[in-house]
């Protein structure tokens, strides 16, 4: 079965409600248009309603079925403000929440933090930064996770699929983070229906080269053998020896991974951002997310080049993770 046609399936009946803060971009409101057709995802957009419905009219959306609420002028704000300066304890005044709050990412990630929403999906305007840091704030990380990292599940016609990690958070992951981005990444996979072998990629296969680098990767690799000694997860290898079974067999030969791998783990931001618009601009993948991992409640970030369809699918994935 399609993977959207099985994520449908599970979030279906559910009333599922998914904050967009970023009403007034027409990819989001044709979107919602959609979703509220569909009938299985609530969407709520934010901004101001009388500029919502006038770039609706202007592309020919229908929006009567879909959720209006402006940040600014919100008969919750009050509250809101209340409960903000409750969670950041001390890292912010009534003045700040005050003002923070009308700001659509914070409104929508309080909502979504106070059970008023299940999900937001956000970053087709923002920056990743603007997207995420009120999440990283308020919603924090699940109990039983450490770090916030961002996945893309990278599609390829009906049955070829993959997950891509860190490519939007975290910068320059020590070995430590590497480990548990490529254990939370695995957790990941499995929702899609991906039954996780995992690579930890590196410049290097199996001591080929020698560098800081390099050490940072294997280093990982035993931390996160250490942390789930079942998963199937192997390093350092290169990226040619984790995909191509004729590669592995001469380059690692006895790895359990290589050659069959489809959860890459990426050494650090430039190289796993730069990987997944690679993958997705030439080698025809369509890149769904990023799928924000560790979380408390689910916020995604979608990338700034998206399209319609990609806020519709990430909205899908997003509820999903709110079962
Ligand atoms: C995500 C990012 C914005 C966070 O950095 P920041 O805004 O400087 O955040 P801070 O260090 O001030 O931390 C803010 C809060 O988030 C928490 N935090 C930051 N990164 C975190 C992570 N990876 N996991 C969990 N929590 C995290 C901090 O502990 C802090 O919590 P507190 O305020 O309650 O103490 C930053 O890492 C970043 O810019 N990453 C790259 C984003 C990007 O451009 N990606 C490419 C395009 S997708
Ligand atoms: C994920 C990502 O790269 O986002 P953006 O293109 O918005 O920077």
């Known amino acids: 079965m399609d993977l959207f046609e099985s994520l449908s399936n599970k979030i279906a009946g559910k009333g599922l409600r998914i904050v967009f803060p970023e009403g007034t971009d027409p990819r989001i409101i044709g979107a919602a248009v959609r979703l509220a057709a569909d009938g299985e995802i609530k969407p709520l957009l934010l901004g101001d309603a009388t500029e919502i419905a006038k770039v609706a009219a202007e592309k020919g959306f229908d929006i009567t079925k879909v959720t209006v609420r402006d940040p600014k002028t919100d008969a919750f704000h009050d509250e809101m403000a209340k409960a903000f300066v409750e969670r950041r304890k001390g890292k912010a005044t009534p003045e700040q929440a005050d003002e923070m709050v009308k700001d659509p990412n914070y409104f929508g990630t309080m909502l979504v933090y106070m059970g008023k929403a299940d999900g937001m ?44 990690a860190d490519n939007a958070i975290n910068i320059d992951p020590n070995a430590q983070e590497l480990a548990e981005i490529a254990v939370e990444s695995a957790r990941t996979a499995k929702l899609f229906d991906i039954d996780p072998k995992v690579a930890m990629l590196s410049f290097s296969t199996k001591g080929s080269a020698k560098a800081p680098q390099v050490d940072k990767v294997v280093e990982a690799t035993k931390i996160a053998h250490d942390l789930k000694p079942e998963l199937a997860l192997d390093g350092e290898l290169q990226f040619d020896a984790a995909f191509v079974p004729t590669v592995a067999k001469l380059k690692a030969p006895d790895s359990q991974v290589a050659g069959q791998a489809n959860v890459f783990i990426f050494p650090d931001l430039q190289a796993g951002n730069i990987g997944y618009k690679i993958a997705q601009r030439f080698g025809g993948f369509e890149a769904i997310g990023p799928i924000l991992q560790g979380l408390n409640a689910p916020v995604a970030d979608l990338s700034r080049g998206c399209n319609e369809e990609d806020v519709y699918k990430l909205a899908i994935i997003t509820a999903a993770q709110a079962l």
């Not at 308020?138 to 770090?147: E, L, N, S």
Request: charged share 25%.
């Open 121 to 164: 999906v956000s970053g087709a305007v923002h920056s990743t930064a603007d997207t995420v840091r009120p999440a990283l704030q308020i919603v924090k990380t699940r109990p039983d996770a450490t770090r916030i990292s961002g996945a893309f599940i990278m599609q390829r016609g009906r049955d070829e699929r993959y997950l891509f």
